[in-house]
């Protein structure tokens, strides 16, 4: 008899490109998943691996099995979602998420996870957009939450919220100068973000568009360094507005007024799940809840320290 574990080792390897792999995968050993090939193989006496082969290719019928495994294994997956409650519901969920949502609202995420989903075991992965994009294309990641610069119909996006920026510096590099058009700006040294950020494709279409020219600016695609840079009074770089005003109450960055402003960027949840997974749709959901660029961890845990300074100067 065929179990839904040895399809799903089938599948997984196949999908994975590994044995290894798909024992991380299903949280089991390399040699477990082995065997239940192995059992399947002998059982009715045909390969479905190519053994004469470095790597884990499938066989002629080993291909026309995992094309058949998808659709059952998302139906067993419906139907355990369905008799499963959420307090009770074990996996993994790998979560891929950019800088800015791990300094802004991820905590926010996690607790809203976890309180619906006690026994889900959460694994994030911050990373740059497009390098999450290709991690959700080989398998290694379930759900990404990046700008919405990817068009793949391979995959469900959903949205989330957005994201303001605005030309911040240092007051000292500001000048008196408050107001600038984007020609003017690219004369000053700006920071902006690389390709592989989301953010920074997004923007670099943008300033492509309006004809600017940024071919001199600072590439930096990390959002601490990129605002350290700019409190050094080194350059100019765009920032999420609401989430350092902290920094501008305390005159350390200020935003500059410049036409054309910077469009804002949608933020959205990508994953590969059908529309029968119910528990990843409960997770898109908590992350529409939670979805707030407003917020900078770092300010909110120094504003809950400040009081325990006994109010010293």
Not at 33 to 48: A, I, M, N, T, W
Not at 107 to 133: F, M, N
Not at 143 to 149: A, G, R, Y
Not at 255 to 277: F, G, K, M, N, W
Request: some cysteine; glycine content about 6%.
């Amino acid at each position: 008899m065929i179990t839904f574990k040895q399809i799903e080792a089938i599948y997984w390897v196949a999908r994975l490109g590994s044995f290894e792999a798909a024992a991380d995968f299903l949280n089991t050993t390399q040699s477990a998943v082995s065997k239940r090939v192995q059992d399947l193989e002998s059982r009715y006496g045909q390969p479905l691996f190519d053994r004469s082969r470095r790597s884990s290719q499938l066989t002629p019928l080993g291909e026309q099995i995992v094309s058949l495994a998808l659709p059952l294994l998302d139906q067993r997956d419906a139907i355990l979602q369905r008799l499963e409650s959420p307090a009770t519901l074990r996996r993994k969920l790998r979560l891929g998420v950019t800088e800015l949502t791990a300094l802004t609202w991820l905590p926010d995420l996690v607790r809203g996870i976890k309180a619906t989903y006690p026994l889900v075991e959460i694994i994030p992965v911050v990373d740059l957009s497009v390098t999450l994009h290709d991690r959700l294309q080989s398998n290694s990641i379930d759900l990404i939450i990046v700008p919405d610069i990817f068009d793949d119909n391979r995959y469900t996006t959903q949205p989330l919220g957005k994201v303001e920026n605005v030309w911040m510096c240092a007051p000292s590099l500001a000048g008196e100068q408050k107001h600038f058009t984007l020609d003017e700006l690219t004369g000053r040294m700006l920071i902006v973000q690389g390709v592989l950020s989301g953010m920074g494709k997004a923007y670099g279409q943008w300033f492509k568009a309006q004809g600017a020219d940024l071919s001199r600016s600072i590439v930096c695609s990390n959002l601490l360094a990129q605002i350290g840079l700019a409190v050094s009074g080194l350059a100019t770089a765009y920032l999420p507005k609401h989430c350092l005003g902290a920094l501008q109450d305390r005159r350390l960055l200020v935003a500059l007024e410049v036409t054309p402003p910077l469009p804002r960027v949608q933020y959205v949840a990508i994953h590969r799940s059908p529309a029968t997974d119910i528990f990843m749709e409960g997770i898109v959901h908590i992350a529409q809840q939670s979805c707030d660029f407003t917020k900078f961890i770092i300010q909110d845990t120094l504003d809950e320290l400040e009081p325990s300074t006994g109010g010293a100067p």
